[in-house]
């Protein structure tokens, strides 16, 4: 019987290891990722308005970032996010897509408040979207073409630079 304990124990721990390598080389690499799905048409509520807001991809190059407010990543890219759409407001439109499903309105309002962010945050309240774009780990950052379409994406927390380089990628971007 204690064979069978010491096995059942050990197994646990390395299907328990194994997840969390899993989890962290997804949340914290800050590769490029291949989502499995574009979003070719996004309409989702408006957390300022409460009111459904359609993405209009077609208008100029457009970057999603999907985000949650207690995640500590998500924290750190928040700053950088807000300088360089402020910065590039003419060329991109900057969208936050919110995991909603995943946080509380309460905290969702204090993010925004805390960092500043006036560019649109859209809630993606069942996670739909967010699977849609492939389920990455987040912050996750993701440039559309004029089709709606992934045109490159990049998980994890990115310094400064990196960040205005991969929104400088952007198709079209002028």
């Known amino acids: 019987m204690r064979k069978w304990t010491k ?3 050990a197994l646990a721990f390395t299907v ?7 989890v962290m080389v997804a949340n914290l690499a800050g590769e490029e990722n291949e989502p499995t799905a574009g979003a070719a048409t996004m309409t989702l509520n408006d957390f300022a308005t409460k009111l459904p807001r359609t993405v209009d991809f077609a208008e100029k190059p457009t970057v999603l970032q999907v985000f949650t407010s207690w995640c500590p990543y998500c924290n750190e890219d928040a700053p950088k996010l807000v300088e360089l759409q402020e910065k590039y407001k ?5 969208i936050g897509i919110n995991l909603y499903h995943r946080d509380t309105e309460e905290d969702l ?3 925004l408040t805390k960092y500043g962010i006036t560019y649109p945050v859209l809630l993606d309240e069942d ?3 967010h699977e849609k774009l492939g389920k990455t ?3 996750a950052l993701f440039i559309m073409d004029a089709k709606g379409e992934v045109a490159s ?5 990115i310094d400064r630079s990196d960040m205005e380089a991969f929104i400088q990628s952007a198709p079209d971007f002028q």
């Open 153 to 157: 994406s990049r998980v994890g927390s």
């Open 127 to 129: 996670g739909s979207i």
């Open 137 to 139: 780990g987040f912050p």
């Open 109 to 111: 309002a204090a993010y």
């Open 7 to 9: 096995w059942t124990t």
């Open 90 to 94: 003419d060329q991109v439109h900057v």
């Open 16 to 22: 328990a290891f194994a997840a969390i390598v899993y």
